[in-house]
Nanobody, 125 residues
């Protein structure tokens, strides 16, 4: 059974930094994974993704500020966030494609089969 557990969320002032973690069980993070976020009243949007070869893609509005990475030994996915803005406030979710679909490099939520419960990030001005 695949389980993804996010942590690291919290409150930060504009311009600050946070690092989110996503610990996986029943799944190897060396496959295709992504980070999404959802603000109240808005659709869930993809912000960063990584495939099995380590290629990454980002939404334009986080490019240069956020970095997705993973530690295969710890079986954990990360999202490092810098220069945070109030509009980054949202619930953040990690997601994983089916294990054999390591080629997925997508910010589209329908490409992902497994989801964590989310961690709240709040950025104050």
């Amino acid at each position: 059974q695949v389980q993804l557990v996010e942590s690291g969320g919290g409150s930060v002032q504009a311009g600050g930094s946070l690092r989110l973690s996503c610990a996986a069980s029943g799944y190897t993070v060396s496959s295709a994974m992504g980070w999404f976020r959802q603000a109240p009243g808005k659709e869930r949007e993809g912000i960063a993704a990584i495939d099995s070869l380590g290629f990454t893609t980002y939404a334009d509005y986080v490019k240069g500020r956020f970095t997705i990475s993973r530690d295969n030994d710890k079986n954990t996915l990360y999202l490092q966030m810098h220069s945070m803005k109030p509009e980054d406030t949202a619930m953040y979710y990690c997601a994983a494609a089916r294990q054999h679909m390591g080629w997925v490099l997508s910010l589209v939520k329908y490409e992902y089969a497994y989801w964590g419960q989310g961690t709240q990030v709040t950025v104050s001005s």
